[in-house]
C-alpha cells in the first residue's frame, strides 16, 4: 500500500479504510486551533462523498509538444451553490423561492448567475428564509393559521403562499410569534 513517494497508493484507498489512514495522522492538541471533537467532526464531514459534477479538472503542465500533461481536480464552487440553491425550492416553495432569486441575483434560475459570491448571497438569504419558515410554522401551531390574516392584509396578500421576499416574510414571521406570545 506504498506508492512512489511512501505514502498510500490512491488506487488502493477505498471508502472502507481511508478513515482508518486520517486516523493515524498524529493530532497535536495544544497547536491545534480546535478541540479534538470539532476535528472530529470536520474529518467525518470531509469523508462525506459529494458529487462527481462539484468537481472540474485542469491541466496543469504539458509536455512533447501539449500531446501529453498533468491534471488536478478541483471543487466547483459555482456548481456546489447552484445544487445547494436548487435545493432550497422546495423547503420555500415557488413564489419565495424565484422572489429570492429575482431580488437578490436579477436571475429566474440559478444556473444563470455565474458569480460565486452572488450565489453566496443568494443561499444565505434562502437558508434565513427556511428558517424564518420553521419559525412561523412553530408559532402557527400554537395559534392557528388566521391570526397572520390581519398581517397579510396589510402587505396586500390574500395566503401564506404569496410572500415572496424576506422583508415580508419577517414580517408575517414577527406578527404570529408576537400573537403565540413567543417574543422575548
Not at 40 to 66: C, I, M, Q, Y
Not at 98 to 108: P, Q, S, Y
Not at 134 to 153: D, F, K, M, Y
Amino acid at each position: 500500500m506504498s506508492g512512489a513517494n511512501g505514502r498510500a497508493d490512491p488506487r488502493e484507498v477505498s471508502a472502507a479504510n481511508h478513515s482508518a489512514l486520517i486516523s493515524d495522522l498524529p493530532i497535536q492538541l495544544a497547536d491545534s486551533r480546535f478541540p479534538l471533537e470539532k476535528i472530529n467532526e470536520l474529518v467525518s464531514e470531509l469523508e462525506v462523498p459529494f458529487d462527481e459534477s462539484f468537481v472540474d479538472w485542469r491541466v496543469t503542465n504539458t509536455a512533447k509538444g501539449e500531446q501529453r500533461g498533468q491534471v488536478v481536480p478541483y471543487a466547483n464552487a459555482t456548481n456546489a451553490l447552484v445544487g445547494q440553491i436548487e435545493a432550497m425550492a422546495e423547503p420555500l416553495g415557488r413564489r419565495l423561492y424565484r422572489g429570492i432569486l429575482k431580488t437578490v441575483a436579477r436571475a429566474w434560475n440559478p444556473s444563470e448567475i455565474r458569480e460565486a459570491d452572488v450565489l453566496s448571497r443568494v443561499l444565505a438569504q434562502m437558508q434565513s428564509a427556511e428558517r424564518g419558515l420553521r419559525r412561523l410554522e412553530a408559532a402557527l401551531n400554537r395559534i392557528g393559521p388566521e391570526a397572520v390574516v390581519p398581517t397579510l392584509r396589510s402587505l396586500r396578500l390574500n395566503s401564506l403562499e404569496q410572500v415572496d421576499t424576506l422583508e415580508s416574510l419577517k414580517k408575517v414571521v414577527l406578527a404570529a410569534e408576537e400573537a403565540a406570545g413567543l417574543t422575548h
